[in-house]
């Protein structure tokens, strides 16, 4: 399975723009980029995902290097709501060759918003 | 819409007790897996089902065991439980052979033995 690197933690400022990166270096063709958080005493919720280009929706933006070994994940305005900790995942699923798609999260990082 | 839910919330379990923890999905989904949580750390994945009628293990299956009863319902029994086993444990589902779908979890069912 491809792996992924981030941070341990992070720390911003309620109402600023918070960037979080993630490492991908073996991550495959096929490979889409998952981003994941967890907020205290929950399940994980989906965030955002994509496969080469940029991608925005209501929650986030994902910013994909030119050539795909790493992302950042991009939360325009932080708000207190937004404090968890954020899993960056690589979908393994069809390029195992196989009919089975996992999602192998690491320990993700930590973010913490100061009001 | 509930999503995917699981019961029990909470459970404390004796050293060699078994119980079965239940998950259900309504959005018709594929496939369906079992994850483990332990403090500080990140999520690893027990079990999985493709498909209803398949099961595969994932990277801590001991110890543990699963049935894909429907389409909706996976559930995961610990047959004599274990210290090791007190964690959190997360249920979720997405369809399968579409990697740019999200996945759902539930709200975590958590377990201490002692």
């Known amino acids: 399975d491809a792996k992924t690197t981030q941070p341990n933690s992070m720390e911003s400022n309620e109402e600023e723009p918070v960037h979080l990166p993630c490492n991908h270096s073996t991550i495959s063709g096929t490979d889409y980029i998952h981003w994941y958080r967890q907020l205290p005493s929950q399940g994980p919720e989906y965030v955002i995902h994509?496969?080469?280009s940029n991608v925005n929706n209501r929650m986030a933006s994902l910013a994909i290097a030119e050539d795909r070994k790493s992302s950042t994940l991009i939360l325009h305005r932080a708000t207190l709501r937004d404090a968890a900790v954020y899993y960056c995942?690589?979908?393994?699923?069809?390029?195992?060759?196989?009919?089975?798609?996992?999602?192998?999260f690491g320990k993700g990082t930590l973010l913490t918003v100061n009001p | 819409n509930a999503g995917v839910t699981q019961t029990p919330k909470f459970q404390v379990l004796k050293t060699g007790q078994s119980m079965t923890l239940q998950c259900a999905q309504d959005?018709?989904?594929?496939?369906m897996y079992w994850y483990r949580q332990d403090p500080g750390m990140g999520l690893r994945l027990i079990y999985y089902?493709?498909?209803?009628?398949?099961?595969d293990k994932g990277e801590v299956p001991n110890g543990y065991n699963v049935s894909r009863l429907n389409k909706r319902e996976f559930s995961l029994r610990l047959e004599s439980a274990a210290p090791s086993q007190t964690s959190v444990y997360f249920c979720?589902?997405?369809?399968?052979?579409?990697?740019?779908?999200?996945?759902?979890f539930g709200q975590g069912t958590r377990l201490t033995v002692v």
């Open positions: 979720a589902s997405s369809f399968v052979r579409q990697q740019n779908t999200e996945a759902f």
């Open positions: 994509g496969l080469t």
């Open positions: 959005m018709n989904h594929n496939s």
């Open positions: 089902s493709a498909s209803e009628g398949t099961t």
């Open positions: 995942i690589l979908r393994d699923g069809l390029s195992s060759g196989g009919s089975n798609y996992k999602l192998t």
